[in-house]
Nanobody, 118 residues
Framework: QVQLVESGGGLVQAGGSLRLSCAAS????????MGWFRQAPGKEREFVAA????????NYADSVKGRFTVSRDNAENTVALQMDSLKPEDTAVYYC???????????WGQGTQVTVSS
């Protein structure tokens, strides 16, 4: 199993920035890809960004392209999500998750709240 702990959420004004971090422990050798997802009140969870555990491949939801940047530190087993030019519609609980290469995200963190005020 892989354990994930997110941090870095908070309250920020529109146009501001936040940096989320996700620390992985356990069977980290099994990680193929790590992703960030979010869930706003009354809405379904949605994909935000993902990064391969090796190499440089990343992908983003259209709604965050150009504003969010995902990165990783393999030595520290962490993944970060730099969020710039935040909008009120970015308000959600943000989760990191692990994809072990089977097409599914099997391990999830507890989530961290991001609130963007207008």
């Amino acid at each position: 199993q892989v354990q994930l702990v997110e941090s870095g959420g908070g309250l920020v004004q529109a146009g501001g920035s936040l940096r989320l971090s996700c620390a992985a422990s356990g069977r980290t050798f099994s990680i193929y890809k790590m992703g960030w997802f979010r869930q706003a009140p009354g809405k379904e969870r949605e994909f935000v960004a993902a990064i391969r555990w090796t190499g440089s491949n990343t992908n983003y939801a259209d709604s965050v392209k150009g504003r969010f940047t995902v990165s990783r530190d393999n030595a520290e087993n962490t993944v970060a999500l730099q969020m710039d030019s935040l909008k009120p519609e970015d308000t959600a609980v943000y989760y990191c998750a692990v994809n072990g290469g089977n097409g599914r995200y099997d391990y999830w963190g507890q989530g961290t709240q991001v609130t963007v005020s207008s």
